[in-house]
């Protein structure tokens, strides 16, 4: 808000999803769950234990409504997609991949990525989602991996038994039973410590553009994790604020409708300046590297006070990612793609039964809020002139 870029934007206020659009995915045991443990309560619930709560989940004040903000803010960009309200929306307090039907998982317990694809898919007919968070996006691959309706790739580090969650590599690419409509629709980019700039560039637009060659999505959910970035407190790569951009302004020339979420990232001040910034390619707009004057909590942004501090130079990891091996992964890639023979194709008139219906309310609200922003415009372009014979 320090570069005035909400100024360019419709914002909305997020509405807290419901429990049965949250039960959608997640089952209603888990939710329940959610609704009544408190810090207070914990020790004494059995179910406590079975649902991965933890070190990396905690129980806090709040968190069932906490968890129905964010999730609600998800759907509702998937919806102004679907209704042709936006080409871009933007939620950065979502992205939480990890979470499971029922469990919660890696700091996230409702899975909103899911939801807002579960709306998209009422809409379009193949939904591509893009993982560029330093883990692996392994939520979102279950949830959809017997599925040709959404492909999902995912670029992170891969290291089975050191780095969470511990999967992802390139051959799991979906169910083995080549019949299964979910084959070679899970697409995995497992990398090493340390991958540069450049490299991941060529390396994300090679597979992604692949990608959107062979599987012709008519929409892209793009999970920007910044723990992907140097310097970040769990990551292990090189990246620069510009390069994680570039992923963004990537996807954003192919011209689709597009669901931009948060994830990851564990150093704040560069977590804020990388959405700042890729906020700034999605709304086309050119942002002064110097962090305004008035910027809330500046200091916390010294010494240099930049959009752009060189994070690939502090902190910086031995990158173990061989031109050939990266190559490698990019062939592993297309060999996956040429199984799939084309997009697959799907007949629109009926909408899945497992995908359950959209609240009638909520549609009657969103055809009211258009029709009232219309009325509003026209009495405006009204009033034009009327004063003195002088514009407004």
């Avoid at 939520?139 to 290291?159: C, I, P």
Wanted: charged share 20%; with cysteine.
């Amino acid at each position: 808000m320090a570069y005035g870029m909400h100024t360019a934007m419709d914002t909305y206020l997020s509405r807290a999803a419901t429990k049965e659009e949250m039960a959608e995915f997640h089952k209603d045991d888990y939710l329940e769950f959610l609704q009544r443990i408190t810090p207070e309560n914990m020790l004494s619930d059995p179910s406590l234990p079975g649902y991965n709560i933890g070190d990396d989940c905690p129980i806090f004040d709040g968190l069932y409504d906490y968890c129905a903000l964010y999730a609600g803010a998800s759907v509702d960009g998937a919806r102004k997609l679907c209704n042709s309200q936006s080409e871009i929306a933007i939620n950065w307090s979502g992205g939480l991949h990890h979470a499971k039907k029922a469990e919660a998982s890696g700091f996230c317990y409702i899975n909103d990525i899911v939801l807002a694809i579960l709306q998209l898919l009422r809409h379009h007919p193949r939904v591509l989602y893009i993982d560029i968070d330093v883990h692996h996006g392994d939520g979102v691959e279950q949830a959809f991996w017997n599925s040709d309706r959404v492909m999902t790739l995912s670029f992170h580090k891969y290291d089975k038994d050191n780095f969470f969650p511990g999967t992802g590599p390139l051959n799991s690419t979906g169910p083995e039973n080549p019949l299964s409509p979910g084959a070679h629709h899970s697409l995995n980019v497992p990398l090493n410590d340390g991958v540069e700039d450049d490299d991941y560039i060529e390396l994300f637009k090679q597979v992604a553009g692949a990608c959107i060659d062979s599987y012709a999505p008519t929409c892209i959910v793009l999970q920007c994790g910044a723990d992907s970035l140097g310097c970040d407190r769990l990551g292990c790569f090189n990246l620069n604020i510009r390069a994680h951009g570039a992923c963004v302004e990537f996807i954003k020339s192919k011209h689709l409708p597009m669901l931009v979420l948060g994830g990851g990232g564990y150093t704040p001040r560069n977590v804020a300046r990388l959405w700042a910034y890729e906020t700034s390619i999605c709304i086309g707009a050119t942002v002064n590297p110097a962090l305004p004057s008035h910027t809330p909590f500046l200091r916390a942004f010294e010494p240099d006070r930049s959009l752009f501090p060189p994070l690939s130079e502090h902190g910086k990891f031995d990158n173990k990612n061989s031109k050939d091996y990266l190559w490698s992964l990019v062939v592993g890639i297309r060999e996956q793609l040429r199984y799939q023979q084309g997009a697959p194709s799907v007949q629109m008139q009926v909408i899945p039964p497992d995908l359950g219906g959209i609240r009638e309310e909520v549609e009657n609200e969103i055809r009211e809020e258009r029709e009232n922003g219309e009325a509003w415009r026209k009495e405006r372009e009204r009033g034009v002139g009327q004063r003195g014979g002088g514009g407004v």
